[in-house]
T-cell receptor, first 109, second 114 residues
C-alpha cells in the first residue's frame, strides 16, 4: 500500500513566524487532504488538494502530484495554530485513505 | 447543520464488557467510516461503508463489528472489550465519487478499557 511520510515530526515556532510542512507519498494519488487536529482532539478539514495550489487566509497548500509530495504553508503563525497536522491520501477515491504520522506544531507567544 | 455527530464522548469499560458507538451524519453522504487513533499515531481505518447496505473491513477490523443502519447512521460495536481497544474512535463521512473522497470527521469518542 501507499506509504505516507510527514516532516518535520515536531516543530516549535515563535508567534508570527512562517512554516512549511511536507507530506511525501510513495505512489500516485488522486485524493489528498490536510487536517489540523487541535489540542482538544477535533479534526478540522484544511484543504482537499489532490493537485495544484489553494489558499485560505494565512494557510495555503500545494500538491505536486507528479513528484509525489504536498506542502502546507502557515504564515504569521498564531498560538491557535498549535496541534497536529495530518496529511491523508488515497490512490483513487475508491481506495482506503492512508494517514501520515503527523507534524506536531507548537506556537509559543 | 451538525455535520458528523458521535455518542458517547467518553466511555470507560471493564475487560469483557460490550458497547456500541453511535455515529450520524446530516450531509446526505453515501460513505461512512470508523477510525481509531492511538497516542502519537495517525488514524487507522477499522471498517467502512461505501453505501447504505454495504460494509467492508479496513486495516484493523479484529474485535469490532459494524452496522450501517440507514444512510445517516453507522454504528461500531465492541462485543468483548480488551485493553488493546483503549483508543480514540472517530467516525467520518464522505460523498465518495469517481474523483472525490473528501472526508469529514466527528468529534471522537475517547474509550478506556480497564
Amino acid at each position: 500500500g501507499i506509504q505516507v511520510e510527514q516532516s518535520p515530526p515536531d516543530l516549535i515556532l515563535q508567534e508570527g513566524a512562517n512554516s512549511t510542512l511536507r507530506c511525501n507519498f510513495s505512489d500516485s494519488v488522486n485524493n489528498l487532504q490536510w487536517f489540523h487536529q487541535n489540542p482538544w482532539g477535533q479534526l478540522i478539514n484544511l484543504f482537499y488538494i489532490p493537485s495544484g495550489t489553494k489558499q485560505n487566509g494565512r494557510l495555503s497548500a500545494t500538491t505536486v502530484a507528479t513528484e509525489r509530495y504536498s506542502l502546507l504553508y502557515i504564515s504569521s503563525s498564531q498560538t491557535t495554530d498549535s496541534g497536529v497536522y495530518f496529511c491523508a491520501v488515497s490512490k483513487t477515491s475508491y481506495d482506503k485513505v492512508i494517514f501520515g504520522p503527523g507534524t506536531s506544531l507548537s506556537v509559543i507567544p | 447543520n451538525a455535520g458528523v455527530t458521535q455518542t458517547p464522548k467518553f466511555q470507560v469499560l471493564k475487560t469483557g464488557q460490550s458497547m456500541t458507538l453511535q455515529c450520524a451524519q446530516d450531509m446526505n453522504h453515501n460513505s461512512m467510516y470508523w477510525y481509531r487513533q492511538d497516542p502519537g499515531m495517525g488514524l487507522r481505518l477499522i471498517y467502512y461503508s461505501a453505501s447504505e447496505g454495504t460494509t467492508d473491513k479496513g486495516e484493523v477490523p479484529n474485535g469490532y463489528n459494524v452496522s450501517r443502519l440507514n444512510k445517516r447512521e453507522f454504528s461500531l460495536r465492541l462485543e468483548s472489550a480488551a485493553p488493546s481497544q483503549t483508543s480514540v474512535y472517530f467516525c467520518a463521512s464522505s460523498e465518495r465519487g469517481r474523483y472525490n473522497n473528501e472526508q469529514f470527521f466527528g468529534p471522537g469518542t475517547r474509550l478506556t478499557v480497564l
